[in-house]
Nanobody, 122 residues
Framework: QVQLVESGGGLVQPGGSLRLSCAAS????????MGWYRQAPGKQRELVAV???????NYADSVKGRFTISRDNAKNTVYLQMNSLKPEDTAVYYC????????????????WGPGTQVTVSS
C-alpha cells in the first residue's frame, strides 16, 4: 500500500522558518496532486497548499507570500518551506497525496500522513 511520512516539524519563534518534508513509499503507479493540510485544536482541517504533478501550485490566502510548496517527483517527496511564521500557524500539519495506484486502472485514492506538529511561540 501507500505510506506517507512527514518530517521537519518543531518549535519555532514568530518570524522564524521551518521546512516540512513528506515522502511517499509503497506500491503505486503515480502521484497526482500532493498537498499540505493543517489542523489547530478546536478547528477543522484546512488546505494549506497543493502542487500538481506538473508543478502548478495553490495556497491558502493566509499563507500566500510566506509558504512555498514544491515537489521532487523522482523522490516522491513534497516540501513545504514556511517563512515568517506566525502563532496562528501553530497546528498539526498533514501530508496528502492523490495517488493513482494501478497502471491499468485510471483511478485515484487519497492518502494521508500521520501529521507533524508545528508550534510557533515565543
Amino acid at each position: 500500500q501507500v505510506q506517507l511520512v512527514e518530517s521537519g516539524g518543531g518549535l519555532v519563534q514568530p518570524g522564524g522558518s521551518l521546512r516540512l518534508s513528506c515522502a511517499a513509499s509503497g506500491s503505486f503507479w503515480s502521484i497526482n496532486d500532493m498537498g499540505w493540510y493543517r489542523q489547530a485544536p478546536g478547528k477543522q482541517r484546512e488546505l494549506v497548499a497543493v502542487v500538481t504533478k506538473g508543478g502548478t501550485t495553490n495556497y491558502a490566502d493566509s499563507v500566500k507570500g510566506r509558504f512555498t510548496i514544491s515537489r521532487d517527483n523522482a523522490k516522491n517527496t513534497v516540501y513545504l518551506q514556511m517563512n515568517s511564521l506566525k502563532p496562528e500557524d501553530t497546528a498539526v500539519y498533514y501530508c496528502n497525496a492523490k495517488v493513482r495506484v494501478s497502471r491499468w486502472r485510471d483511478m485515484v485514492a487519497d492518502y494521508w500522513g500521520p501529521g507533524t506538529q508545528v508550534t510557533v511561540s515565543s
